[in-house]
């Protein structure tokens, strides 16, 4: 796969992550780019544009991906700009009366995420996944792994996108009223419990200060925003307790991700397995 040649300078910088740069173009309004930093591991973002196309022409509500690019040193993708977007999570932070529109339409969201059908082997499976990430994690025992293990085998199967980081900070609404997952780096497929338990996560176990830093809002808010969201997504009848004692486990989970994204040992979310691994 042969990168298209760019000029940096028609680009202005908007903002930085651990993995690289975005950048606005200066006349498009309709372009955003991504440069990763230098000596990032091609396979890496070639993999991640790869895997962008094809969840796109899956018919997900994500950007539009457009072409890998290099400014001479370093790769990126182009991509589908979403104009004036806001997350729901600011969205929310900004207007709590809101909460319970916000979080319904989350739930809406997600739900047309989790209706879609991807078929068998067109994606990885959440389940080899996670296996995979837990074998690879040092912060579990041998006892502690294999009994994590036979929950995840045992869980559920299903063929639904899995996000990988579905919260409210990764869908965005548009300046037009359009809705757009984002951040899809973890995409595989599964049923939707083991994305469903990142909303709880971050809706419920996260704490007050991590709430409000990196989401915007009270934490009063946020749980809230979960027991509208489970309203709307498993129905007016749902008791939000019992999807919570449900999805505890699933939300449990996200350490793998999580601690393999951090390299440190978070045992807050560990105990949340304590009914699996105890």
Same mark, same amino acid.
């Given at each position: 796969?042969?990168? @298209?040649?760019?000029? =940096?300078?028609?680009?202005?910088?908007?903002?930085?992550?651990?993995?690289?740069?975005?950048?606005?173009?200066?006349?498009?309004?309709? $372009?955003?780019?991504?440069? &990763?930093? *230098?000596?990032?591991?091609?396979?890496?973002?070639?993999?991640?544009?790869?895997?962008?196309?094809?969840?796109?022409?899956?018919?997900?509500?994500? %950007?539009?991906?457009?072409? !890998? @690019?290099?400014?001479? +040193?370093? !790769?990126? $993708?182009?991509?589908?700009? =979403? %104009?004036?977007? =806001?997350?729901?999570?600011? /969205?929310?932070?900004?207007?709590?009366?809101?909460?319970?529109?916000?979080?319904?339409?989350? /739930?809406?969201?997600?739900?047309?995420?989790?209706?879609?059908?991807?078929?068998?082997? +067109?994606?990885?499976?959440?389940?080899?996944?996670?296996?995979?990430?837990?074998? #690879?994690?040092? &912060?579990?025992?041998?006892?502690?792994?294999?009994? @994590? /293990?036979?929950? =995840?085998?045992?869980?559920?199967?299903?063929?639904?996108? &899995?996000?990988?980081?579905?919260?409210?900070?990764?869908?965005?609404?548009?300046?037009?009223?359009?809705?757009?997952? $984002?951040?899809?780096?973890?995409?595989?497929?599964?049923?939707?419990?083991?994305?469903?338990?990142?909303?709880?996560?971050?809706?419920?176990y996260d704490d007050e200060e991590f709430i409000?830093?990196?989401?915007?809002? #009270? +934490?009063?808010?946020?749980?809230?925003?979960?027991?509208?969201?489970?309203?709307? &997504?498993?129905?007016?009848?749902?008791?939000?307790? *019992?999807?919570?004692?449900?999805?505890?486990?699933?939300?449990?989970?996200? @350490?793998?991700?999580? #601690?393999?994204?951090?390299?440190?040992?978070? %045992?807050?979310?560990? #105990?949340?397995?304590?009914? $699996?691994?105890?």
């Open positions: 796969m042969e990168p @298209v040649k760019i000029n =940096i300078e028609d680009f202005v910088h908007s903002g930085e992550g651990a993995n690289g740069e975005s950048f606005f173009h200066r006349s498009d309004p309709s $372009i955003m780019l991504k440069l &990763y930093n *230098e000596g990032a591991p091609t396979d890496i973002i070639t993999g991640e544009f790869e895997l962008s196309r094809k969840v796109y022409e899956a018919g997900l509500p994500v %950007p539009e991906p457009g072409d !890998l @690019v290099t400014d001479g +040193k370093r !790769l990126g $993708i182009r991509f589908q700009r =979403i %104009p004036g977007k =806001i997350s729901f999570s600011r /969205a929310v932070g900004d207007n709590p009366e809101r909460v319970e529109e916000y979080a319904r339409r989350f /739930a809406r969201l997600c739900l047309k995420l989790h209706s879609i059908h991807l078929g068998k082997g +067109k994606f990885k499976s959440v389940k080899d996944v996670d296996l995979r990430l837990l074998e #690879e994690n040092p &912060y579990f025992t041998e006892d502690e792994k294999k009994k @994590v /293990a036979d929950f =995840i085998r045992n869980a559920p199967d299903g063929d639904a996108p &899995y996000h990988g980081d579905l919260q409210y900070s990764n869908a965005v609404i548009a300046s037009d009223g359009s809705e757009f997952f $984002i951040d899809l780096g973890d995409f595989a497929c599964g049923h939707p419990y083991f994305d469903l338990g990142m909303v709880l996560l971050c809706c419920v409000r830093t990196t989401f915007h809002m #009270e +934490k009063k808010t946020a749980l809230e925003f979960w027991k509208f969201f489970v309203k709307e &997504y498993f129905g007016e009848d749902a008791d939000p307790d *019992e999807i919570e004692k449900t999805l505890r486990p699933y939300a449990g989970l996200k @350490v793998l991700i999580i #601690e393999r994204n951090a390299g440190i040992y978070f %045992p807050q979310f560990h #105990e949340l397995l304590d009914g $699996i691994t105890k």
